[in-house]
């Protein structure tokens, strides 16, 4: 059983189009995160969301909207793809909102052209 | 603004020599700290967290942690080929239980030669 697990594994699209990746945990946990790691292997937080309320939200372009249907879902919702936004997008989860039991999800890289 | 340092590397090793990697982080209510290994294409694994001053064993990895000189350290003995990764130190500052998620350094690339 895969703990956290993201789809697509890799996603390729043209500027301007509109894309989702969906982010599901099986771990029980309580709160659930997107992360950024661009071309340079840096890895940035970009949201997190406890039991379905956002609770930080980094200042990132209002293109990129979370979406939680429940606790065990956070999908990340992506308007007016640009080149800038090629990266790859981590989910994970943890235990509590003191980032207990941290675990990620395997990836989606994304490709802009 | 929360930082943490790492020197980028890389980092070579003999195999079965200590290996040695640091952060330093600039937020003094930082409360836990964790050093992921990161393979080229895969995504961050857990090896240690540390949350009090002092050092923590597990296997062959100690972590390390003085929160006086916001420093953070993993020693890596024994090491082996397959330890050759991307290591990430990652600070949670969880201000009165809040999520800001973890803040990563830019990770030290270990290069274990046979």
């Known amino acids: 059983d895969t703990a956290v697990s993201q789809t697509p594994k890799y996603l390729v699209t043209q500027m301007g189009n509109d894309k989702s990746i969906k982010c599901e945990q099986n771990l029980g946990h309580d709160t659930m995160y997107w992360y950024k790691q661009d071309s340079k292997k840096f890895l940035k937080i970009m949201f997190s969301?406890?039991?379905?309320?956002?609770?930080i939200n980094e200042t990132v372009p209002n293109r990129f909207s979370p979406k939680s249907p429940d606790k065990a879902h956070l999908n990340l919702h992506i308007n007016s793809l640009e080149l800038g936004d090629s990266a790859v997008y981590f989910c994970?989860?943890?235990?509590?909102?003191?980032?207990?039991?941290?675990?990620f999800g395997s990836g989606t890289r994304l490709t802009v052209v | 603004q929360k930082e943490v340092e790492q020197n980028s590397g890389p980092l070579s090793v003999p195999e079965g020599a200590i290996a040695s990697l640091n952060c330093t982080y600039s937020?003094?209510?930082?409360?836990?700290f964790f050093w992921y290994r990161q393979y080229s294409g895969k995504s961050p694994e857990l090896i240690m967290s540390?949350?009090?001053?002092g050092d923590k064993e597990d296997g062959r990895f100690t972590a390390q942690l003085n929160k006086a000189s916001q420093y953070v350290s993993l020693l890596i003995r024994d090491s082996q080929p397959s330890d050759s990764a991307t290591y990430l130190c990652?600070?949670?500052?969880?201000?009165?239980?809040?999520?800001?998620?973890?803040?990563f350094g830019k990770g030290t690339h270990l290069i274990i030669q046979p």
């Open positions: 969301y406890n039991n379905k309320e956002l609770i």
């Open positions: 540390i949350y009090s001053n």
């Open positions: 990652a600070v949670n500052v969880g201000s009165g239980g809040g999520a800001d998620g973890l803040t």
């Open positions: 937020d003094r209510g930082s409360q836990s």
């Open positions: 994970a989860s943890s235990q509590d909102r003191r980032g207990y039991g941290y675990t």
